[in-house]
């Protein structure tokens, strides 16, 4: 078991507290999977000073060998594949399959952005005038702020270093104080694939010691977080003063509409994996399924059968389905929304209880959890509870299925089983989410399409995709006249 540090100007240095945190198995938590530090407002204030000082240089560095750097460190991921998937497991709970998943992605979305290296397309557009040129091109901001949350541990972190590294920005990197291992593990990478020092700095601790320097540091230009609401709000109004580009990717309450003319084996399926994948713990979960009232009864006893029947343990044994949640706050988490949905009058399906015996003994499980005859207005139905909890909403349309899907405060992501097209389009312009799915669940993005959402969950921004690039870049239009003469913007028509 090891001592882990920050890594600062091309140096694994410990905090200025001299204080350290535990990171432990939620599957096991007799698991001790490290030591981290304990960092403070002034190992911040050093990475970004480091990361200032860098900027200078690493900007004026040819985006297409910034991106070689990036292609070997992609190729470093994939290398290591097993290993930091396993890491992740024993780190956050997520079972072996996805965690393997979450570093695929990372492995994609570097290499997919490292090709940005020689894209990064700006626009030439004819001139108004004689002998001049009009074009645009992508300027990077400088110290970028990475503020991260520990369900996906190395696939969020890529989505934001990577394309603001290829941009030519440079970064302080803060993850979740959940997952550091998996954040140090990514940092060696680039470390180890020529990365310049001060270029990333990694900083681990607590939210409100070092995340909340990096979003009030003048010299930080964007800060990208991926988190709740309630601290995606207190980002936003904390970078406000210094107008600082803010990309913030927040809470979700994702919904599947099923149509009565779904094929239901498919929309079982697509429920079971969109509700209990990760333990119910993706911003893209499926934590609401809106349901005709033609095929209710049906789908409810196909569904709760498939629930019931998961098995819930350590993500490393290969039989096991689904995992804990992440801590003992977010099982508490759980079984008090269990409490509120019960209060509130909606039918408990199956689930409902804490797993506490034999192999779940030392870890933070949840039976997977099914609320039916759930009213739109419910609590369970409007906040995210971030755990294996589903609420089953009946409806009499296809009208009343895109109102319920609209009707909270989130817009991440939706879906529909239809065997419909007409519906399936309408629903798809009618749901006002970042990322809509047909006859698939709401989790699952490939990384070259933007990722992000509407209302309480993003500001505006997306990321993966070229959408990526706008966040850590900005446009510069420029005019080049050759025409050795002063010209007048309106042409003289004698001149045509
Ligand atoms: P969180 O908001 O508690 O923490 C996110 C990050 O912010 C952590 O690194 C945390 O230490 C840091 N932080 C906390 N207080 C801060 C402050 N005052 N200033 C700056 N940083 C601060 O979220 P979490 O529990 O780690 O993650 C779960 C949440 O993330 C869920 O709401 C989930 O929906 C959301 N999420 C959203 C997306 C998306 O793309 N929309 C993706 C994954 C997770």
Not at 46 to 56: D, G, K, M, S
Not at 402 to 407: A, H, S, T, Y
Request: glycine share 10%; proline share 5%.
């Amino acid at each position: 078991m090891a001592n882990h540090y920050n890594y600062i100007d091309g140096s694994w240095v410990p905090s200025d507290s001299g204080e350290l945190f535990e990171n432990r198995n939620p599957a096991d938590q007799s698991d001790l999977i490290g030591l981290f530090q304990q960092s403070t407002s002034s190992d911040a204030d050093r990475a970004i000073e480091a990361a200032r000082r860098a900027y200078l240089r690493w900007r004026l560095v040819p985006a297409p060998r910034r991106a070689e750097i990036l292609f070997r460190a992609a190729q470093l991921i994939a290398n290591r594949k097993e290993e930091l998937a396993r890491d992740m497991t024993r780190e956050m709970g997520k079972v072996l399959d996805e965690t393997r998943g979450d570093v695929q992605e990372a492995i994609d979305m570097t290499f997919f952005m490292a090709g940005e290296g020689r894209r990064q397309y700006g626009q030439t557009v004819p001139s108004e005038l004689r002998d001049k040129f009009a074009m645009s091109v992508r300027q990077p901001l400088g110290v970028a702020a990475i503020i991260t949350p520990w369900n996906f541990p190395m696939a969020i972190p890529s989505w934001k270093i990577i394309p603001a590294l290829v941009c030519g920005n440079t970064v302080v990197f803060k993850p979740a104080t959940l997952t550091p291992l998996s954040a140090v593990s990514f940092v060696k990478v680039l470390e180890e694939a020529g990365i310049p020092k001060g270029v990333v700095n990694l900083v681990t601790g607590g939210g409100e010691q070092v995340g909340a320097a990096l979003t009030v540091a003048e010299e930080v230009r964007v800060v990208s977080f991926t988190g709740s609401t309630a601290v995606g709000r207190t980002v936003s109004e904390r970078t406000a003063p210094s107008f600082k580009k803010t990309h913030l990717e927040m809470g979700g309450k994702n919904v599947i509409l099923i149509m009565d003319d779904a094929n239901l084996e498919l929309a079982v399926e697509g429920c079971l994996w969109g509700g209990f994948g990760t333990s119910g713990q993706r911003c893209t979960a499926a934590s609401r399924v809106v349901v005709h009232e033609k095929v209710y009864r049906a789908f409810l006893d196909q569904f709760v059968e498939r629930a019931r029947a998961l098995r819930v343990g350590n993500g490393l044994d290969p039989s096991t389905q689904m995992g804990p949640s992440v801590s003992r706050g977010q099982l508490e988490t759980v079984t008090r929304y269990v409490e509120i949905g019960r209060k509130e009058g909606a039918r408990l399906a199956c689930g409902g209880g804490v797993l506490a015996g034999g192999v779940h003994a030392k870890g933070f499980f949840h039976e997977p959890t099914i609320f039916a005859d759930v009213a739109p207005g419910m609590r369970i139905a409007q906040e995210e509870i971030f755990g294996p909890v589903v609420s089953v909403i009946p409806c009499r349309s296809f009208e009343e299925a895109v109102e319920i899907g609209n009707g909270v405060q989130y817009g991440l992501s939706a879906s529909i089983y239809t065997q419909d097209v007409n519906r399936a389009f309408a629903a798809m312009r009618d749901l006002y989410t970042g990322i809509f799915y047909v006859n698939a669940p709401t989790i699952g993005a490939e990384v070259h399409l933007p990722f992000g959402g509407t209302k309480a969950t993003g500001n505006g921004h997306r990321e993966a995709g070229t959408a990526a690039l706008d966040v850590f870049s900005e446009w510069k239009s420029v005019y080049v006249d050759f025409s050795g003469r002063l010209q007048r913007a309106q042409i003289d028509p004698t001149e045509l």
